[in-house]
């Protein structure tokens, strides 16, 4: 896993480095050890266009086997940006993960009702019964 930290309006102090390679090494759970996979994370200061008070902005873009992901968040901190865009990133991944298995139960699902010789795959017409004991 390769971490790219980009800091926009702001100094990249070694505290918000660690911060943030500390809770992005959180996702490697989500991918296996040997798949090279490229995490651009963003942090800045937008407060141009407010008319009081800072705001911190943080992003993630996350690129394996071809996907992308991406999530951002802004809040009045720097830290509590980070988080959010951590646990919005954690829930797509999530969700993803969840939509894959899904559609191989599913796959499986249907296979296997083909095997049984079941004409109708959707399964509206036909009801399983089961036996009670």
Known sequence: MKINIKATNISLTPAISEYIEKKINTLNKFYKEDEEIIINVEVGKTTEHHKSGD?????????????????????EDLYASIDQVKNNIVRELTSTRKRAMRLIRKGGSGIKNILRGVSDIGGKSWKRIRNKK
């Open 55 to 75: 705001i911190f902005r943080a992003e993630i873009h996350i690129r394996p086997r071809g996907n992308e992901y991406y999530a951002s968040a802004e809040t």
